[in-house]
């Protein structure tokens, strides 16, 4: 080892022997904690990414493919209380294809797979109901390939055929959607499943599809469709017309100038209307005529004929004579009619009156004209007044002191976030700085010991090549302790008067010795070595 190193290490254990017990506890402690980080910064890096191999798990099938993973010696986390399956990333794919090839998952819904397994025994029912439960599977399936949805069940309600079309009935199906946490359905999703479900069987209509959600709300009724409550119907309305005439009004008024509220009152009823109507073309043909005539010539009597009254007068009936001849006339036509049969289904949500408010600030834009601010409120929000929708518009001034305090509360804000912006990067300028003088103090503090050593070694060199003994009592230790004496052996070991040289054991001492002095008085020490630099023999 060479002997720089040699001699950091004793002066280290030097060192360590005169700490005090608190100085070697607190040593201890932070060789302790730095072994402790340095261990846990190891087992972080190299901890493997964890990837969900199955989610959405029964307790059979997470069972099953944990014996599985346990078998295969992989390491496996369980999360969503045991439905989700995590293993290490680079392992995710190999394991998905064994679990693909032993058959898991198994607490599938099945889908037209199950067609596979019937047998040739199989009866009409039976046939009936798995063709159903596949038609329900492959629905399942679809469903919960939609993003946000985690699990979805169908069930399907197939009327049997029957001759009597009076009584036929029509298919409905009932759809059960749990989403991902935190998710909600939006209502185009809902339609999307609706008529997703619809248009998969024959017959069904969407408002044949009730969609339920895992916490019980009703997302679509049969009857009604996709309306969900009225409460929300009317919101979506208010929340539309709203932002199309806010709009309008920031473009023409200025930002902030106008607020408008909607309230909307929407049916919740729906209902279904058949009105036929008949009209008669102009100058249209008669589409068939019949005529039918009848003369009767008689011989009566030459008196007049008639039905004798009280007062014995006698009436005679027009077309006849007084010889009892007889003539009529009937004529039949039917003439072409337009006949117009219309069937309308009116659904829930249709608007029964709706009211909007307008305040424009009078501080800001000054006179506004009413009228045309109303017009153009009535036409953007599609006013009917014949039935009962009103507009309202008024010039107010607005309170502007949450205005004020909003921005104060930005500009604080922004302040704030300029101020932790900026002590970060003092304190990561404050902690480079402190680990580059940290750096450069301990390479200037190596680079002069070093230097030290390397001048003590050439002086105690030349000490021993100059001086041939060294007196006891010339150089004392501080406190007026003396020091031992540094012997010399004078005998020359070489011919020619050639100088005796210590052995590398003595002259090692003899530098730890000098270099303790130094530590102990370096004035003393100074004085003592220009003292030698003085008495020096040219060789």
Do not use: C
């Not at 798995?130 to 979805?152: F, S």
């Not at 055929?161 to 809902?190: C, I, N, R, Y």
Request: aromatic share 4%; proline share 4%; glycine share 8%.
């Amino acid at each position: 080892m060479p002997r720089q190193i040699s001699s950091f290490f004793q002066r280290l254990g030097q060192n360590i022997r005169e700490f005090t017990i608190a100085q070697r506890t607190v040593a201890i402690i932070g060789v302790a904690v730095l072994a402790l980080g340095i261990a846990a910064l190891t087992m972080w890096a190299t901890k493997p990414a964890y990837t969900p191999l199955f989610s959405g798990l029964a307790g059979a099938d997470a069972s099953a493919i944990v014996d599985q993973l346990a078998t295969d010696k992989v390491d496996y986390q369980l999360s969503d209380g045991g439905a989700t399956i995590l293993v290490p990333q680079a392992d995710v794919y190999a394991e998905r294809l064994k679990a693909a090839a032993a058959g898991l998952p198994t607490s599938d819904t099945g889908g037209y797979s199950l067609l596979d397994k019937m047998g040739v025994t199989a009866s009409e029912f039976q046939q009936s109901v798995t063709y159903k439960r596949a038609l329900e599977g492959e629905l399942a399936n679809t469903i919960q390939a939609m993003q946000g949805v985690k699990t979805a069940s169908v069930r399907l309600a197939i009327p049997k055929d029957t001759v009597f079309v009076s009584e036929k009935q029509d298919p409905t199906a009932s759809v059960f959607v749990a989403t991902q946490t935190g998710v909600t359905l939006s209502s185009d999703q809902v339609q999307a499943i609706v008529h997703l479900t619809s248009a998969s069987i024959d017959g069904m209509k969407p408002t044949d599809v009730a969609v339920i959600d895992s916490k019980g709300i009703v997302l679509s009724a049969v009857g009604t469709g996709v309306t969900g409550t009225g409460a929300e119907q009317s919101t979506d309305y208010e929340q539309r017309v709203r932002g199309s005439v806010q709009a309008m009004l920031d473009k023409v008024l200025g930002a902030g100038n106008a607020t408008v509220v909607v309230a909307a009152d929407m049916s919740a009823q729906s209902a279904s209307r058949v009105e036929e109507s008949f009209t008669s073309p102009t100058n249209a043909p008669a589409l068939n005529e019949a005529v039918k005539t009848e003369t009767y010539t008689g011989t009566g009597a030459s008196g007049a004929a008639g039905v004798l009254g009280t007062t014995t007068t006698t009436t005679t009936p027009t077309g006849t004579s007084t010889d009892g001849s007889f003539t009529s006339a009937d004529t039949t036509k039917n003439n072409a009619v337009n006949k117009v049969t219309e069937t309308r289904t009116i659904p829930a949500g249709a608007v029964n009156r709706q009211t909007i408010s307008v305040a424009v600030n009078k501080d800001t834009i000054g006179s506004v004209n009413v009228a045309d601010v109303t017009s153009l409120v009535s036409s953007a929000a599609g006013i009917d007044s014949t039935r009962g929708d009103a507009v309202t518009v008024e010039v107010v001034s607005f309170n502007g002191q949450a205005a004020t305090d909003a921005a104060a509360a930005l500009a604080q804000q922004d302040a704030q976030t300029s101020a932790d912006r900026m002590g970060e990067i003092v304190r990561i300028g404050i902690i480079t700085a402190g680990i580059l003088i940290t750096l450069i103090l301990g390479m200037l503090l190596y680079a002069r010991r070093s230097r030290r050593q390397s001048r003590e070694s050439i002086e105690v060199d030349e000490m021993l090549q100059v001086r041939p003994a060294l007196a006891p009592a010339a150089v004392p230790f501080g406190l007026g302790a003396p020091i031992a004496p540094i012997m010399i052996d004078p005998s020359p070991t070489v011919a020619f008067g050639a100088p005796a040289f210590t052995p590398p054991v003595a002259s090692e001492r003899m530098r730890v010795e000098i270099d303790a002095l130094a530590q102990r008085d370096p004035k003393k020490t100074a004085e003592y070595l220009r003292g030698l630099m003085d008495d020096r023999q040219p060789a």
